[in-house]
C-alpha cells in the first residue's frame, strides 16, 4: 500500500520535475566517461594492457618482503618507499609485461612435462634431496597461493625467460674482447705511497682530527691554514651556526608514528569447551589409520591368465590346471619354483611369485578376501578368479596389527581438538572484528569492547620499526606508514602475526621530520668540523709532501722524515688484498709513466690522503694454453655482454610500444 500512494503520487507536474533533476547528473555522469580514461585503477597502460594500482601494490610489498628477507638487518625500509624506487619496480612491471606480449606473440610456451620438472627441481620443496608433495602443498598454503595459482605465476616467468635467455645463450666473447679484458683486469702496477691519515688510528674521533691538525701545525709554522686548524684553537661559534645552517639535511629528526592497536591471539583465549569421551572416540574410530598399522601378510602368487568373458571351456581348463597347482603346492611343492615355472604373471613370475608386504585395500577384493581368509598353518588357497584369471595364493608369512590404543592417542586427539575449537573462536571472532571495524574504520574502541580487547599503544617509531611490541613486525610497520593509516588516519586491513595471531592498527600521532635544534646536535657538529678541519690538514700535509717528493726527495725519506706509513708495491693487481681497496681503485685510475719518469699524485682516501709515486705498468696477457681460464674470461664477458644486450632489447620494445604512466598513482 505505501509503495502503491508513492507510486500514485509521483504523477502529473511533480514526476516530471523530480525526473528532470535526476537526470541532469546521470546524464553529466554519461558524457564524461566519454572523456576520460578509462584506466582510472592503473598505474601504466602497455600497449592497452593496463597494470593495476591492485597489481602494483602487491607486487612491490611481495619486492619489499624478499629484499627485506635477503638484506636482513641492513634492510632500510625507508629506502624501499622512496618514489624513485617505487618507479624502478614500476619499470620492471612494465618490461615484464613487454616481454610477455612479445613472448604471446612469437608463441612462446613451455609444456606440462618441462614446467612439471622445473617444481620438481625446486629445492624449497625438497626433503632429503626429493620432492616431497606434501612439502610443496604446505609452502604453497602458507603464501596463500593453490597449486593451479603457482604453477601458472611460474609457467609465466619460464616463459617470460625465453627471450632474455636465447640471448644469453647467443651471447659470444671474440679473442681480442678476451685479450683486452685480461690487459686490463690483470694488469699489474708497481707504485709507492705517504699514507697521510686525517684520523690515526690510535686516537679517539676527536684527538684524531686535532693530533692531525697538530702535527700540520708543527710542520708548517707559517702556514695559516695549519695555524687554524691546531688543536689549541676552539670552534667558533661562527663556525657551528655556519655548518648547521648550510648542513640542515643532516640534522633532521626521523619521521616517527604512534599507533594504538588491538590484538587478537588464539593463545591468549583460554577457557576452552572439553570435548566429551564419545567424541574423542568416535575422532579415534574415524582416523584409526592414522594411529593403527593394520595387519599386513607377505605373499606369493601363480596366476593363469584368462578372460572373465572367455568360453566355459577356457575358464574350466584354466581352473583346472589352477587346481593341480594347488595340490602339487600343498603336497610339499616348492612354490617360488612352481611359479617361476607355470605363473603368467610377467611381473612376479620370475621372482618365485613374490607380492611382498600387502595391506588391506591394495589387492582387489576377490584377492584380498582369499588372502586374509588363509593361515599359517593352511598358507595355500584354492583357486581365486580376478579379472586377471585364476590365482593361486600362498601365504608366507603375517605381520600383525601395531600401533596406539584409544586411551594412548587421547591426547593428540584431545590436543587437536583443542586446536579446531580455537581455529573457529579466532575465525570468528576475526570475523566479528573485521565488521565491526569496517563499519566505523576511524576507532578501535568498538570493537575492542564487544571483544574484550584492550586498546594497547606503541610508538614512537620510524620506518625502521621497533625492537619489541607490534612495530618489530616489518608489516605492522608498513601498515602504520601506508596511505590507508597514516594519510586516510583509517584503521589498517588485518595484519598476520603468525598462526592465530593478528592485529589492526589506527593510527594516533605523526610526528613528521624536522629540523633537530642547534642545542640537541651541538656535540655532532662541533664534531664535523674537527672532521672537516682534519680532513683539510691532511691534504695540506700531502701536498707539501708531493711538492718535495717532485723537487727530487726520495719518497721513502719523505715518510721516514714525516714519520708516515710507506706503502710499497710490486705487481699489485687492481683486486688484490694484501693492499687497501681504496688506495688500489685511486691507483689504477693514474695514467701510465711515461718515459719522462714516476707519476705521481695526491688521492684523497676516506680517513686521510696519500702521496703516490707510480713507477710502473705491466698490461696482463692471455695465456692460450690455459683451456679453463680462457673459457672463464669467455663468460665472464658473454655474460656482460648479455646484459647489455637484453638491456638493448627491452628499450628497442618500449620505443616500440605505447606506453603511458599515472606517476600520481604509485
Known amino acids: 500500500m505505501v509503495l502503491q500512494s508513492i507510486r500514485d503520487r509521483l504523477t502529473g507536474i511533480i514526476a516530471i520535475f523530480i525526473f528532470a533533476i535526476l537526470i541532469i547528473p546521470f546524464a553529466f555522469v554519461g558524457v564524461s566517461s566519454y572523456f576520460t580514461s578509462g584506466a582510472v585503477n592503473s598505474v601504466a597502460v602497455v600497449n592497452d594492457k593496463e597494470i593495476t594500482i591492485g597489481q602494483y601494490n602487491q607486487g612491490f610489498q611481495n619486492y619489499r618482503r624478499r629484499m627485506q628477507a635477503q638484506l636482513g638487518a641492513a634492510f632500510d625500509p625507508e629506502l624501499f618507499d622512496q618514489p624513485i624506487i617505487r618507479r624502478q619496480f614500476l619499470d620492471q612491471l612494465i618490461n615484464e609485461e613487454l616481454l610477455a606480449q612479445v613472448s604471446i606473440d612469437a608463441g612462446l610456451a613451455v609444456d606440462d612435462a618441462v614446467l612439471a620438472q622445473a617444481i620438481r627441481d625446486v629445492e624449497a620443496f625438497h626433503v632429503d634431496g626429493e620432492f616431497n608433495v606434501d612439502v610443496y602443498q604446505a609452502r604453497l598454503n602458507s603464501q596463500g597461493l593453490t597449486p593451479k595459482q603457482f604453477e601458472t605465476n611460474m609457467r609465466a616467468s619460464m616463459v617470460l625467460g625465453q627471450f632474455p635467455n636465447a640471448i644469453s645463450n647467443s651471447s659470444i666473447a671474440t679473442n681480442w674482447e678476451k685479450a683486452d679484458y685480461v690487459r686490463l683486469m690483470e694488469q699489474q702496477r708497481d707504485f709507492n705511497a705517504v699514507m697521510v691519515p686525517a684520523f690515526p688510528a690510535a686516537a679517539g674521533p676527536e684527538e684524531t682530527a686535532e693530533t692531525a691538525a697538530a702535527e700540520v701545525t708543527q710542520e708548517s709554522a707559517g702556514d695559516t691554514a695549519a695555524q687554524e686548524a691546531a688543536p ?85 581348463t584354466a581352473r583346472q590346471q589352477a587346481e593341480d597347482l594347488v595340490a602339487l603346492a600343498r603336497e610339499g611343492g616348492d612354490f617360488a619354483e612352481l611359479a617361476r615355472e607355470h605363473s603368467q604373471d610377467i611381473g612376479s613370475a620370475s621372482e618365485g611369485g613374490d607380492l611382498g608386504w600387502i595391506e588391506p585395500g591394495f589387492m582387489v577384493q576377490a584377492f584380498e578376501d582369499g588372502l586374509y581368509a588363509l593361515t599359517v598353518e593352511n598358507p595355500v588357497s584354492e583357486p581365486i578368479q580376478t579379472g586377471f584369471g585364476w590365482h593361486v595364493i600362498y601365504l608366507r608369512e603375517v605381520r600383525p596389527s601395531e600401533g596406539m590404543t584409544y586411551t594412548e592417542a587421547r591426547e593428540i586427539l584431545l590436543a587437536e581438538y583443542k586446536a579446531e575449537a580455537d581455529d573457529r573462536r579466532f575465525l570468528e571472532q576475526a570475523d566479528r572484528m573485521v565488521d565491526i571495524i569496517y563499519e566505523d574504520p576511524t576507532t578501535l574502541s568498538a570493537a575492542a569492547e564487544e571483544l574484550g580487547l584492550e586498546v594497547g599503544q606503541a610508538g614512537p617509531f620510524g620506518r625502521a620499526g621497533s625492537d619489541f611490541g607490534p612495530a618489530a613486525n616489518p608489516d605492522v610497520v ?29 593510527l594516533r600521532e ?72 681504496r688506495l688500489l681503485a685511486k691507483v689504477f685510475l693514474l695514467k701510465k709513466p711515461d718515459d719522462s719518469g714516476p707519476v705521481t699524485a695526491v688521492v684523497e682516501l676516506d680517513d686521510g690522503y696519500a702521496v703516490v709515486q707510480l713507477n710502473g705498468v705491466t698490461d696482463g696477457e ?33 620505443a616500440q610500444s605505447t606506453i603511458e604512466v599515472f606517476e600520481d598513482r604509485l
Not at 235 to 245: G, K, L, N, T
Not at 255 to 284: K, N, Q, S
Not at 478 to 506: E, K, R, T, W, Y
Not at 622 to 640: G, M
Open 622 to 654: 692471455l695465456n692460450p694454453e690455459d683451456a679453463l681460464l680462457n673459457q672463464a674470461y669467455a663468460q665472464r664477458i658473454a655474460t656482460s655482454a648479455a646484459s647489455s644486450e637484453t638491456i638493448g632489447f627491452l628499450r628497442m620494445l618500449r
Open 478 to 506: 608498513s601498515a602504520a606508514f601506508s596511505d590507508l593509516v597514516l594519510a586516510q588516519s583509517s584503521v589498517s586491513d588485518p595484519i598476520d602475526l603468525g598462526v592465530n595471531h593478528m592485529v589492526m592498527i589506527l
Open 510 to 581: 605523526h610526528l613528521p621530520q624536522a629540523l633537530l635544534p642547534l642545542e640537541e646536535v651541538r656535540d655532532q657538529v662541533t664534531q664535523s668540523i674537527r672532521n672537516q678541519r682534519a680532513m683539510e690538514a691532511a691534504r695540506i700535509k700531502a701536498e707539501e709532501l708531493l711538492v718535495s717528493l717532485d723537487a727530487g726527495t726520495e719518497i721513502s725519506t719523505l715518510a721516514g722524515t714525516a714519520g708516515l706509513e710507506l706503502v710499497e708495491a710490486q705487481a699489485a693487481l687492481r683486486a688484490g688484498t694484501e693492499f687497501d681497496a
Open 232 to 316: 689549541e684553537a676552539v670552534v667558533e661559534e661562527e663556525a657551528i651556526i655556519e655548518w648547521y645552517e648550510n648542513n640542515q639535511g643532516d640534522y633532521m629528526s626521523e619521521e616517527r608514528v604512534i599507533i594504538d592497536y588491538i590484538e587478537l591471539d588464539a593463545a591468549t583465549f583460554g577457557g576452552a569447551v572439553e570435548p566429551d569421551e564419545e567424541a574423542l572416540r568416535a575422532r579415534f574410530e574415524e582416523q584409526q589409520v592414522r594411529f593403527i598399522t593394520p595387519e599386513a601378510r607377505l605373499a606369493s602368487h601363480i596366476l593363469i591368465e584368462v578372460d572373465q568373458q572367455a568360453p566355459q571351456l577356457e575358464l574350466e
